[in-house]
């Protein structure tokens, strides 16, 4: 992967700015809900920068990566889960993952996505229209990945989200996802929550934290005016003895590689190959989806491929 330089950001902002993304667990109430608050605007400002993204893209592929990095918070034998949402409007669908190390990566179908009219609001459900979210876990010792899948029903990623726990899985959970512009259309700040009852929780407590967790202020205008992610938990659920637990680092990360790239080449049928070797373009461009960086093969180097690829043959 090569993350493309944020604007007039020095290393040191940089590494400070990366320092600041964090994911938070803690409980609530003696441990009947547990939760996690997550900071994530340099992660959110990485990911605009490498796909190349406008205000409406970065809000929607923006909030779909807090959500799937909140997603991660407790995993356990797992390595790895991701969202799919495929949908009928202009959007048409998006894909991001999560690992157990916080890392997050994913893309958007379409970009720039088309629009009719100028945004009076943040209200995405147009844009989404019918569809369907999947969850996908990828387990440590599994064979197969497991894939849930349910009916959009709001198309808004916070809302479906709840939605998805709620019907698959049966778990009381709340979801508040927020990213904040300044004037210019930068992003300052961008955050998320998550509330989720434990079994046995009571009923009662459960929608009274889910309505507060909706009415939650902005988590995207508290990080852009630099409030800490464990003050905010600790004084808007103080009633409910906050229990701070481990945190770890959420970043925007790809594995992908030159190498991996030419694996893929090889792995192509050999008439296919040889049509790309001698014809082009060149010099070849790949891309990879889910970071958006691109990789370039010269005339010389797919002739190497070619070779290796009739010597493995």
């Not at 929607?60 to 990566?65: F, I, K, T």
């Not at 709001?154 to 698959?168: F, M, V």
């Not at 778990?171 to 996802?177: D, E, G, R, S």
Request: neutral net charge.
């Amino acid at each position: 992967m090569i993350k493309k330089q944020l604007t007039a950001e020095s290393l040191k902002q940089r590494l400070q700015a990366n320092a600041k993304d964090r994911l938070h667990n803690f409980l609530l109430a003696d441990g009947a809900v547990r939760g996690a608050v997550l900071h994530g605007t340099h992660m959110v400002n990485e990911m605009r920068a490498n796909h190349e993204l406008g205000i409406l893209e970065t809000l929607v592929l923006g909030r779909a990566y807090l959500g799937i990095a909140l997603m991660s918070a407790n995993v356990k034998g797992i390595e790895s889960v991701s969202l799919k949402i495929e949908c009928s409007g202009p959007i048409k669908g998006l894909t991001v993952e999560a690992n157990t190390f916080g890392e997050v990566r994913g893309f958007l179908k379409n970009v720039p996505i088309p629009i009719d009219k100028p945004m009076e609001d943040f209200d995405l459900s147009p844009f989404f229209g019918a569809g369907f979210l999947s969850v996908i876990r990828n387990m440590a010792d599994a064979k197969q990945p497991f894939t849930s899948k349910i009916v959009l029903q709001y198309g808004n990623i916070a809302q479906d989200l709840a939605n998805y726990y709620l019907t698959s899985e049966q778990i009381p959970t709340a979801f508040n996802l927020s990213i904040k512009y300044d004037k210019e259309g930068e992003v300052t700040g961008a955050g998320g929550l998550f509330l989720q009852a434990m079994p046995g929780a009571d009923e009662s407590l459960a929608a009274e934290l889910e309505d507060l967790v909706v009415r939650f202020p902005s988590l995207g205008e508290a990080f852009a005016d630099g409030q800490e992610p464990e003050a905010l938990v600790k004084a808007a659920f103080k009633r409910y003895t906050p229990e701070l637990l481990a945190d770890k680092r959420i970043e925007f990360m790809c594995h992908c590689s030159p190498e991996r790239l030419r694996s893929i080449l090889k792995m192509l049928p050999k008439d296919q190959l040889q049509d790309i070797r001698d014809n082009g373009p060149f010099p070849l461009e790949m891309r990879c989806h889910f970071c958006n960086t691109r990789y370039h093969f010269s005339k010389e180097k797919l002739q190497q491929i070619y070779a290796q690829r009739l010597q493995s043959s």
